[in-house]
Nanobody, 113 residues
Framework: QVQLVESGGGSVQPGGSLRLSCAAS????????MAWYRQAPGKQRERAAS???????FYADSVKGRFTISRDNARNTVYLQMTDLKPEDTAVYYC???????WGQGIQVTVSS
């Protein structure tokens, strides 16, 4: 059974930083395509960042240069480092294993002054 548990969300002022963590069980983060999605109120879910088995990363244009996806194979955990946060980054962030179509419960990130 695949389980993905996100942590690290919260509220931050514009320009601030947060690091999201996604602890995985039942699936290897190094052997699968892992991604962070986000969904803002009234908007469609967007893939913010992804990391392939090879370690190659991809980013949505809206977060490129500000967000970094990474993984710790020993901890079987995927991270999303978010810097220079903007109010438009406010959303529920979901960790996903694309290969198994498995998702975490989501975690709120709010950027507001």
């Amino acid at each position: 059974q695949v389980q993905l548990v996100e942590s690290g969300g919260g509220s931050v002022q514009p320009g601030g930083s947060l690091r999201l963590s996604c602890a995985a069980s039942g699936v290897s983060v190094s052997a699968n395509l892992m991604a962070w999605y986000r969904q803002a109120p009234g908007k469609q879910r967007e893939r913010a960042a992804s990391i392939l088995r090879s370690g190659t990363t991809f980013y949505a244009d809206s977060v490129k240069g500000r967000f970094t996806i990474s993984r710790d194979n020993a901890r079987n955990t995927v991270y999303l480092q978010m810097t220079d946060l903007k109010p438009e980054d406010t959303a529920v962030y979901y960790c996903g294993c694309v290969n198994t179509d498995s998702w975490g419960q989501g975690i709120q990130v709010t950027v507001s002054s």
